[in-house]
């Protein structure tokens, strides 16, 4: 029974204006395949669109599952409790753990056990260890030491549910009364607007990692150790995944692989203000830096020993590196995947030109390995071959429409077309040992320097085909260009690279589709899962998406995901047709195919032999009229100048004849007019039985498919499906008393909730204070830490402000987001204080939005959120510190909620709180840096489910107007508009009379406001 879960039929409305959003359309029936497209059914441009055609807008939908894992609104310390940690361990063959040689130990072990067990596969085990274990191995500081190392086990909790078909039904042309009827039958259907991500029972939605849902693709925050774990341990995603495709910071610069705002691109290494203000960038720029190559070759083997879980057997991962450490990460991944699993080394080109006083760098590298490499999934990949150009360059001669060939000239070199078939000389002959015997072609014999590629049985074949020819001594076949116009891509990519600043790119370290696109193609089918953990602007997302295969993509920087989430929001694609429908995506695409004419397919097509007996009396015979034809018109002397003759002269007065292949292609100028008749008679018959073997030559042959040209359905337009976005949730710090002096150099994760520094981080409160607007200041008297013997470990410190109340304090984690449990948590701490608390302050880097809402909403106690100056973590990375303020107060992004006057409603954003790390100035209800903002219209307090998103700083072609034309002219331009400003569209209450707004700011620091409607 095919699946169908998001089934959804499309009745055509006809009406002109309207246009309707809906997933892949899937059957009941089953249907046959249509035809392969081919080269001459080139879809037409879509704006030819007969008038009073309905567009579809669409997206793909995966008919796989996955786990209910938590949606942030339900998360609760009870609901989902800190579940320990993995520990990892290295094949410890690989590492010399002990000051003496314990390999040696090891050896002799592995040579007694396998003596003993008499099994000649276990000896054979043992010796091809032992020769693994005599290979040399890359070692650097601090890799023997480290053998095994924890991870912990956390809950990626889902923030926000994306469907960008649910968003542009807001904007979509105003219908007629008939469209609307029609088009509001259709909003009921499920499956069409209402059920993008499928929403479990409340009873099942909170049972986290218990019951599964419609699969969505993912967008998660967070390093992608914690992620690829999570995976792993709660998902048991294990070999689930087809491709991985890790592009991670190169180990050289490090500070520039960090975009600190949305809109800046131009990032420079060791530069202040170019220095992330992300607490996790840090960690993750420090797990990378701190020592050097050593502590970043540790970072990226522990994300790859996580990545080789996670790949199917058949599956592929690509690493994406420069020349500067190419041959580290090689053998970091020989060590990894087995060197026997190495699939490829790509050298691809980045730019058209670097300086430097030697060679100038313009290319980079990728690293392939299979999971396994005798069960990889491959498809061969193939471009056009290019006329005295790419793959066509031994293409140097013509074959006229009469027959003659010739070379090709220099002008028709360089030009891409030509008038005839384009052909080469090609090997007719082989070192290898075959056959070997005399042929005779146009009366002249030859012998083959080595063997005969083809037995003497099938040669006939070829000559009467005219596939063999002669050059001096030598016979070759003949073969032309369009018998294989395509062929296969090498690991030399050359046309690849990002052209400067005209073309668009949105990040400083962003790759080209064009490469992550063919690593895809040749290594996944649509409806495959692919995961990029290190997302950055979401390119191998958008390639995924737009060739129909799922994916996951992770970054620790939020300022990537901000960047991702937009670009796959706006994003339109072709829709390529589902070869089956009912099957879905799995079912794959129709894809075009070219003909593999080869010298085998032509010797082993029996009929040419029949075309040649039937066709080939009619030539002799046109040729014996012609011969007396000549006689008859006494021709002047022919001199020869093909076969075996050639240089003789005829004389036809004396009854000499011409031979088949003797006769001219051209009338000859000296040849009286009553032979052209006979001529053309002779060549129309041989020209009869050419077309006709060309035919069964192209019959018989192979096709292979190109996989990057599948059918592109003109009346459809295609957009981003429903895709989640989620966050690692990071722990909640220890208490002051239990928290350790500043750590050593850290070579592990970025997720630790303890923290030396939180010591620091009080002095500094007390110290300094909390400064608010226009100049106020929150100053302690006292602060002093909380022991841990009073179940205190979510508060940190307690004292007094100046003015005398009991204020306690919460610190956030040293490289994470605070997050919403850690608020719950405290607050019950804090009511179990006594005297009670009049005031709690939350200081975090960073606030998870659901914490940051959940402060502002609570009652009875006055809660603060403190911003930390990130100045208090990369002191040590700074020239100089900007200013001295640590701690500033943060208000609550300025909503406002309008009613209008047909019971609607309409939310204008006034800003946040903006604070200035440049100038050290808070300023207050900025709107200029809201990067984007989004309205959920009828929020259930799960996660945020948009219905209206906005790119207020968006410029010309940015934004919501990155959507094709063709989709923008199926959408209100008005409406539309208003997605780039700070007012909504109407909109009404829904069932849950609760509205959500989120606000994103350049840095992509989020806040969350929820407004209940009256
Ligand atoms: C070179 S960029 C990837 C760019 C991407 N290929 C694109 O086309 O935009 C590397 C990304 O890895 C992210 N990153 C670095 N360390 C990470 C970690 N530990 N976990 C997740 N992401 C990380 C960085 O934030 C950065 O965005």
């Not at 069960?375 to 013509?398: E, H, P």
């Not at 030009?415 to 070997?436: C, E, H, M, V, Y």
């Not at 901000?562 to 799995?586: I, V």
């Not at 097509?605 to 009396?617: G, S, V």
Request: a neutral charge; proline letters at 6%.
């Amino acid at each position: 029974m095919p699946a169908k879960p998001h089934a959804s039929a499309n009745a055509k409305t006809g009406d002109q204006d309207d246009f309707s959003l809906e997933t892949q359309q899937v059957t009941d029936t089953p249907s046959k395949p249509p035809k392969p497209a081919s080269r001459k059914t080139k879809s037409t441009p879509r704006n030819s669109r007969a008038t009073g055609d309905d567009a579809q807008i669409l997206s793909y939908r995966h008919a796989d599952k996955r786990v209910n894992n938590p949606e942030v609104g339900m998360v609760t310390p009870a609901t989902d409790p800190e579940a320990g940690k993995t520990k990892w361990a290295y094949d410890p063959h690989l590492d010399p753990a002990l000051g003496f040689d314990p390999q040696r130990g090891q050896i002799e072990t592995l040579i007694d056990d396998a003596l003993a067990s008499g099994d000649t596969a276990q000896m054979r085990a043992a010796l091809e260890e032992l020769k693994r274990l005599q290979s040399p191995y890359l070692n650097w500081a601090g890799k023997a030491e480290r053998t095994s190392f924890d991870i912990d086990i956390v809950s990626l909790h889902v923030h926000e549910r994306i469907d960008p078909a649910s968003i542009l039904t807001a904007v979509r042309k105003a219908m007629s009364t008939t469209a609307k009827k029609k088009q509001a039958t259709k909003a009921v259907q499920p499956g069409l607007f209402d059920a993008p991500f499928e929403n479990l029972p409340l009873r099942d939605a909170i049972d986290f990692y218990r019951h599964e849902r419609g699969w969505a693709n993912r967008l998660i925050s967070g390093d992608s150790l914690l992620v690829m774990n999570s995976l792993l341990q709660k998902e048991n995603m294990a070999g689930r995944v087809q491709m991985i495709y890790i592009d991670p910071p190169y180990g050289i610069k490090y500070g520039s692989n960090f975009q600190p705002f949305v809109g800046k691109r131009d990032v420079k290494d060791r530069k202040d203000e170019d220095l992330t203000q992300e607490p996790e960038m840090i960690k993750a720029f420090r797990d990378t830096w701190e020592l050097g190559v050593h502590s970043y070759l540790t970072y990226l083997r522990d994300r790859l020993l996580l990545a080789r879980e996670l790949l199917n057997e058949t599956g592929s991962v690509f690493v994406q590196i420069s020349d500067e450490n190419l041959h580290h990460v090689r053998e970091i991944c020989d060590e990894i995947f087995g060197a026997k699993n190495f699939a490829g080394l790509i050298t691809f080109k980045k730019t058209t030109g670097s300086t430097t006083n030697l060679l100038s760098g313009v290319s980079d590298y990728l690293l392939w390995y299979a999971r396994t490499l005798p069960s990889l999934k491959y498809r061969q990949i193939y471009l056009t071959k290019q006329i005295g150009g790419n793959g066509g360059g031994a293409y140097g001669k013509i074959q006229l429409s009469s027959g003659a060939r010739r070379p090709l000239t220099t002008a028709e070199k360089s030009s891409s077309r030509a008038n005839g078939k384009i052909f080469r000389f090609d090997n007719l002959t082989s070192q290898s040992p075959g056959t070997r015997y005399e042929v005779t072609l146009n009366g002249h014999s030859y012998y083959p320097k080595g063997y005969w590629k083809t037995e003497a049985t099938l040669m006939p074949r070829l000559l009467r085909s005219q596939r063999a020819d002669a050059s001096g001594e030598n016979l070759y076949y003949i073969r032309f260009i369009d018998d294989f116009p395509a062929y296969p891509i090498n690991n030399s990519w050359e046309d690849t690279s990002i052209a400067g600043f005209s073309s668009d790119k949105r990040y400083v370290v962003e790759t080209s589709i064009k490469v992550i696109e063919r690593c895809l193609l040749m290594t996944t089918d649509p409806g495959d899962l692919v995961l990029d953990p290190t997302c950055g602007s979401g390119t191998t997302a958008f390639v995924a998406e737009k060739w129909g295969r799922r994916w996951i993509t992770c970054d620790t920087s939020r300022v990537a995901v901000t960047l991702a989430k937009q670009r796959l929001m706006t994003a339109s694609y072709d829709y390529f047709d589902l070869k089956y429908p009912q099957e879905g995506l799995k079912g794959g695409f129709i894809y075009k195919t070219v003909p593999h004419i080869t010298l085998k397919s032509i010797a082993n097509n029996p009929e040419i032999d029949t075309i040649y007996e039937q066709k080939h009396p009619a030539i002799e015979s046109a040729l014996e009229k012609l011969n007396q034809a000549l006689q008859h018109a006494k021709a002047p002397a022919f001199t020869v100048t093909e076969g075996g003759r050639k240089g003789q002269t005829l004389d036809f007065s004396k009854g000499d004849t011409l031979l088949e292949w003797e006769v001219p292609f051209d009338y000859p100028k000296n040849w009286p007019a009553n032979v052209q008749d006979a001529l053309a008679a002779f060549h129309s018959c041989r020209q009869a039985m050419q077309t006709q073997m060309d035919a069964s030559i192209a019959a018989h042959a192979d096709q292979e498919t190109l996989y990057d040209q599948p059918a592109i359905a003109r009346d459809k337009l295609r957009i981003t499906g429903p895709f989640t976005v989620e966050a690692v949730p990071f722990p909640s710090v220890k208490s002051l008393d239990e928290a350790d002096g500043p750590p050593e150099a850290d070579t592990s994760i970025a997720r630790t909730g303890e923290s030396g520094r939180q010591h620091q981080w009080r002095d500094e409160l007390l110290k300094a204070g909390i400064r608010g607007k226009g100049g106020q200041k929150l100053n302690f008297a006292d602060l002093e830490p909380l022991p841990t013997d009073e179940g205190m470990q979510h508060l940190h410190a307690t004292g007094h402000l100046d003015s005398g109340e009991r204020v306690v304090v919460s610190f956030g984690p040293e490289y994470g987001a605070l997050e919403q449990r850690q608020v719950t948590n405290a607050l019950t701490q804090a009511g179990n204080l006594f005297p009670l608390p009049k005031m709690i302050v939350f200081c975090a880097f960073a606030f998870d939005p659901e914490a940051a809402k959940d402060i502002d909403a609570l009652r009875g106690i006055t809660a603060l959120k403190a911003q930390m100056n990130t100045d208090l973590l990369t002191d040590d990375l700074r020239k100089a510190r900007a200013h001295n303020q640590s701690f500033w107060l943060m208000g609550q992004p300025e909503v406002e909620v309008r009613k209008t006057k047909n019971d609607q409603y309409v939310v204008e954003v006034h800003g946040f709180d903006y604070f200035d790390t440049v100038k050290g100035e808070l300023i207050s209800g900025g709107k200029k840096k809201i990067a984007m903002w989004a309205l959920d219209t009828d929020y259930d307090e799960r996660s945020l489910f948009p219905h209206q998103v906005f790119f207020p700083m968006a410029g010309r072609g940015e934004g919501w107007e990155k959507l094709k034309k063709n989709i923008r002219a199926e959408l209100d331009e008005s409406r539309l508009d208003a997605f780039h400003g700070t007012v909504s569209l109407p909109f009404e209450a829904g069932d849950n009379r609760k509205i959500a707004v989120k606000i994103v700011d350049d840095r992509g620091i989020e806040s969350l406001k929820v407004i209940p409607l009256g």
